[in-house]
């Protein structure tokens, strides 16, 4: 607890390839390759460590990406990456994206368990059921199964792992027997699942760990994301991109909670959060101008406007922008979630187009400026309650990580607002959520 | 290369579970839940790597095994353990069981070649087919596919795997381009693999590490095993329990590979090797008897008759054993090459009863003495040439590990059969198997 008596606020950050910008592979001073290189993340997550940040995000697609111009994304496994940071940084959780699409239950609950005991419970699994229809032909499929399908899926998936999860009470009372036995057919249950997609018998060969299985993490900003969320996340780090969306997003999120059965405090919302910072609020703006590759405000804009073509055509900067030109499209491919934050930035207050493009990076919310201004963006968020903290997705690594650690992170802790240190062994103490008594059965 | 100027002895460790004995969760000293336990693994990985060993290896069926009273085997997954540790040791190899009955190729080349940067190139993949109907059905399937179908299966799964690993050349002259290009059509290539199994598209998202890609391990014993083997494999550790049996079965696979087009010299054997160490060699007896709990050579005796029945039923202790009791059952659903290696050794020489019973140990070759005897073993089939190295599976975990590199070790080192530190980076390096120059193609 922090001096105010509430829990601290989460801070995790992403650590995928050389930052969160799309020039960052070039950046001066550092090579190129770097994505390739173990050290570079084994830099970056000491450093977190050393500001104490929760946990450590990649995001992932089994692909290589199209664009061959942006940073090198979605390169190392991260359930190899993360295994090895975990034996070499203590303390920090991992938040390791896997589909459900494109792996078996079986495999990876032993997988994610695994690590959940090596690392001393710091797993969450951000479960995603990837929308590329590159992954799925990486994966024999002739085409992306729709977005119905994939999150039934994945709620079979998720399903199947937790129970595998509590299939095996290695330390159950009387064992290991003294006829030498070291389980029986109750401490070691089959579960003998026959679903739409999966028949796994049981049990796992993996029991649970140090803190009882993996935290669920999820981002789902559709319908079915919102639902699935709602059922199985502990974890949500959704786009946000004002106080006003984040209030109903959260409350939409806890009412689906609800109607599953669950308590809905028992959800942490960490929206995603890219600092830009520099030494005065100008040269902040620029450096965020030049991170995107732009020499001043009107290209940033423009570009935003291409972007989202046709949506804001013929807006001008300083034009207020109309929240039904961001209205979401039935039947939408991609991820919806993105979508739906500028759609809910716009309705939920007066924005105008010059403001938007200052608003949010890569989908993500921006805020620009000194660390004085970052350290106060975060406390009006954090006094509001609305959300739990926020996934850092830092534009140059690890320099900016650096930056903010140095900077940024001390001052928070100074309000209160943060520990510099690690005072629980496991992330599900240290995020408040207690292991469910119950395994959830298929519906 | 050693003082007489051949490539050392390959000594590789198994380290699964608590040991290679059955009764080794017991052991006096060490808690019986170690298995579960990461600095467990860590001190046997340290132990090996005090003694320059080459490998680690881990064996693997991701199920709950049926045996609830021997060793508790194949719960931690090998990617998982195997990343972790080689974030923690230097230098020593990894050779990690996965199996291509129940992985997808993308997934898994992209775990192998991620393992393989992080560690420096020191990756081996143990490819199975797994041959448990318990992992079937935790994978969906209602019963185990054939040994031609899983052969089959194989064989397309490694190839693809090879072209997926050789897709994207991401150091390729030229790149990144002058234009901010990270790569293009020709140095990241689309595999378009159509084929029974799988269909992937590719390329991968990790280009080749320190090593080109992992080395491939087999241990097949079946006639489709062998056949798998000469094709596709850098590294085989079938069972071999005689020097004789030994020539033989190298000879068979060699073929097989000049069959194939391979070099028939690009494959090092390293067979199993269970020592069973004591002060004298009557200790040594002793133990290995008490090791599989029992109190005496006639329980150790009858113990082997029961496992084999009926095959050796009848027979006295001096008894020579007729090779042709133990000839392979046409339709043998288990691995073959355990069988096959009794048949052999009963065909290379005239072995009793008692002699086979001190012979092998789980399938794999017994030596049973004192530290000299043990050295004396392993350097005179050393001289002969036959073998290049061998797989240890050491009874008890860790403390058997570290008799061996503490008694064991030093003495070959002073023969000149090992040498005591590690000359290369890669593991291709150390056992002198150059990258192919092509990529295989399906035929």
């Known amino acids: 607890m922090t001096t105010a008596g509430r829990r601290p606020l989460i801070l995790n950050a992403g650590i995928n390839s050389t930052g969160y910008s799309a020039k960052s592979w070039r950046a001066e001073g550092r090579p190129w390759d770097r994505f390739l290189d173990y050290d570079h993340y084994l830099e970056a997550a000491e450093i977190a460590h050393s500001g104490a940040l929760d946990a450590l995000f990649i995001s992932d697609h089994p692909a290589l990406q199209r664009d061959n111009t942006s940073r090198p994304i979605h390169s190392f ?47 969450v699994w951000n479960a995603v059921t990837s929308f590329n229809p590159d992954v799925a032909a990486n994966f024999g499929r002739d085409s ?20 595998l999860w509590s299939s095996w009470d290695a330390r159950a009372e009387g064992f290991p027997r003294a006829d030498g036995a070291l389980w029986d057919d109750a401490s070691a249950r089959r579960i003998a699942h026959d679903g739409e997609f999966f028949h796994v018998q049981g049990p796992l060969n993996v029991p649970p760990g140090p803190q009882g299985y993996p935290l669920i993490a999820q981002a789902g900003g559709s319908e079915q994301g919102i639902d699935f969320a709602g059922r199985h996340a502990d974890l949500i780090y959704a786009p946000l991109l004002s106080i006003g969306a984040a209030r109903g997003y959260t409350s939409d999120v806890r009412e689906r909670a609800l109607a599953h059965g669950r308590d809905p405090q028992s959800i942490r919302f960490v929206p995603g959060l890219v600092p830009v910072i520099a030494e005065t609020k100008a040269q902040a703006r620029t450096l965020h101008e030049r991170l995107n590759g732009h020499d001043g405000e009107e290209s940033l804009i423009g570009a935003l406007v291409r972007r989202l073509s046709p949506a804001l055509d013929g807006l001008a900067a300083h034009d207020v922008v109309d929240p039904e030109r961001l209205a979401p499209v039935p039947g939408q491919r991609g991820p919806v979630g993105f979508t739906r934050a500028f759609y809910d930035v716009a309705r939920s207050e007066r924005i105008t187009l010059r403001e938007l493009a200052r608003r949010s990076e890569g989908g993500h919310r921006l805020v620009i400026g000194t660390p004085d201004d970052v350290v106060a963006d975060l406390l009006e968020w954090w006094d509001t309650g609305v959300v739990d903290g926020f996934t850092l997705q830092l534009p140059v690594l690890p320099d900016d990580l650096r930056l903010f650690v140095d900077e940024v992170v ?31 059965q298929l519906t």
């Open 77 to 123: 496994d991260p359930l190899i990456l993360f295994s090895a940071l975990a034996a070499n940084v203590p303390d920090i959780g991992f938040l390791l994206t896997a589909s459900t699409g494109y792996n078996s239950p079986y495999n990876l609950a032993r997988r994610l368990a695994t690590l959940d005991h090596i690392s001393g419970g710091r797993v």
């Open 144 to 163: 992306l199964p729709d977005r119905v399908e994939r999150y039934r899926r994945a709620s079979e998936f998720i399903t199947v792992v937790k129970q």
């Open 410 to 440: 001390p001052r928070l802790v100074r309000a209160g607002a943060r520990l510099d240190h690690y005072p629980q062994r496991t992330l599900r103490e240290r995020f408040d959520l207690p292991l469910a008594e119950n395994t959830p």
